[in-house]
């Protein structure tokens, strides 16, 4: 079995990893990294290409993956997962792209511009499919921040390798179900040669907080927030689950839901079609910047406080919507205390950090009442991690997703458990082999 460290491997994005087993070879995402390119959810890569986007990093550099490509495997539909599909899936014809409804539809989306001729497969979790004679990818369904995430295990003749990128162990999800524990369990038991697993949060201390304290502080929040001012919330357009819980608060509360934003547009209707997400009555979304325009209009005009915009720009990104408002760009004018809440946390990485001070400071300055951290990350804790690593008790562990201050992180973790760097833990960088 080798194993391409493609993309991801000294950064948080820009995930990609083929594997080679007996001269055939899968691929397991095709992702952005999406502090190249400025914006999240919203970007548009459209007009780039494909040299152009590997020279700048945005996308993996795929000189390195070798052998017959059967197919490429993606585990759930965040962008620094498939963003880079639409560009490079088309180097490889003949392979099927296998991923679950959700996420097909979302390369459905991205395809408007960058026609591909590779054929969709869907694979839903606790699913099989074979890709050659003697290799089959299955799903197992695990809980993120966005609906059918997946650890993809594919079963070999060299054995079995788990890719548990990215994920979370919550058991009281608000939407979907809990992760299926007792079937990592199973393959634990059966045996695992290798682990691919992500690391963004390795080195927060204890387990991730369920979606259900999210809601909870949310609640909270709205439900003490001044009834005379003007509300906005900001939070992750493919944060579907976080999206359900704001809009139903806010309908319970009397208030309008409105989701604005290409993005939140594109997230929402596909897990509206899916029946995946059960929109409140009265909830309105406009994607459009004309219709964005236009409702804030009629919001100013009928009184702020009948309604909840909830935008794009929790990252501070310079054109998404909550910027724009902030910069007075759109009829919504940010007033003395007017209340702002962050359902988001920062993406680690000094962009992020410093778009969302300015972002911040310029709240402040407007006058402004924030309230932040409404919001539990979609991303494995320690503790998470350790409950994994005894359930697979793999032979082998490469840590993926991360900087190499994160993936050393998750050595000293495995090192805990008995397993040594260089013996059956792999620190790589992009681009590098790892032959089992």
């Known amino acids: 079995m080798k194993i391409t460290t493609v993309g ?95 996420t097909l539809e979302l390369i459905k989306h991205e395809m408007r511009y960058s026609k591909i001729p590779n054929q969709l497969v869907t694979l839903e979790q606790g699913e099989t499919t074979d890709i050659t004679s003697k290799i089959s990818i299955e799903f197992v369904r695990v809980t993120h921040s966005i609906p059918q995430s997946t650890m993809c295990v594919a079963h070999t003749p060299e054995g079995v390798l788990v890719y548990a990128n990215d994920f979370k162990l919550d058991d009281t999800p608000i939407i979907g179900k809990k992760p299926d524990y007792d079937r990592l369990k199973k393959l634990g038991s059966d045996g695992v040669k290798a682990l691919i697993i992500e690391s963004v949060s390795v080195e927060s201390e204890g387990r991730t907080p369920s979606e259900e304290i999210a809601q909870k502080l949310v609640e909270d929040t709205l439900l003490k927030s001044d009834p005379d001012r003007g509300v906005l919330i900001t939070t992750f357009s493919s944060q579907i689950a976080r999206i359900s819980s704001i809009t139903e608060i806010a309908s319970r509360m009397g208030i309008t839901p ?29 994607g459009d910047q004309k219709s964005i325009k236009k409702i804030l209009e009629r919001v100013v005009r009928e009184g702020k406080e009948k309604y909840l915009p909830i935008v794009t720009g929790h990252q501070g990104e310079a054109d ?15 007033e003395r205390d007017d209340q702002v809440i962050f359902s988001s946390g920062v993406i680690p990485n000094p962009i992020n950090v410093a ?26 804790s320690k503790e998470d991690h350790r409950d994994v690593l005894k359930m697979l008790h793999p032979e082998n562990i490469i840590p993926c997703h991360g900087n190499l201050t994160m993936l050393a992180s998750y050595a000293e973790l495995a090192e805990d458990l008995g397993y040594s760097i260089d013996k059956d833990v792999y620190l790589r960088r992009n681009g590098q082999e790892i032959v089992l």
């Open 258 to 286: 409105l989701l604005l934003g290409r993005s939140m547009e594109k997230y929402t209707s596909i897990a509206e079609s899916l029946n995946i997400l059960d929109l409140p009555g009265g909830t309105q979304v406009y």
């Open 355 to 380: 778009n969302r001070y300015a972002l911040e400071t310029k709240l402040h300055i407007l006058g402004a009442r924030l309230f932040k951290d409404a919001h539990v990350s979609g991303h494995a």
């Open 8 to 102: 991801g491997y000294e950064e948080v994005g820009r995930n990609m990893t083929a594997v080679e087993v007996g001269g055939d070879t899968f691929i397991i995402d095709m992702g952005i990294r999406l502090d190249r390119v400025m914006i999240h959810e919203d970007t548009d890569i459209s007009k780039m290409g494909q040299k152009e986007l590997i020279e700048k990093g945005i996308v993996p550099d795929i000189s390195k993956v070798k052998g017959n490509v059967k197919a490429i495997v993606l585990g759930h539909g965040h962008l620094d997962h498939i963003g880079a599909v639409a560009k490079l899936a088309k180097n490889y014809k003949s392979a099927p792209i296998i991923g679950t409804s959700y």
């Open 320 to 334: 998404a919507l909550l910027s724009r408002i902030t910069a007075g760009k759109l009829p919504y004018k940010i």
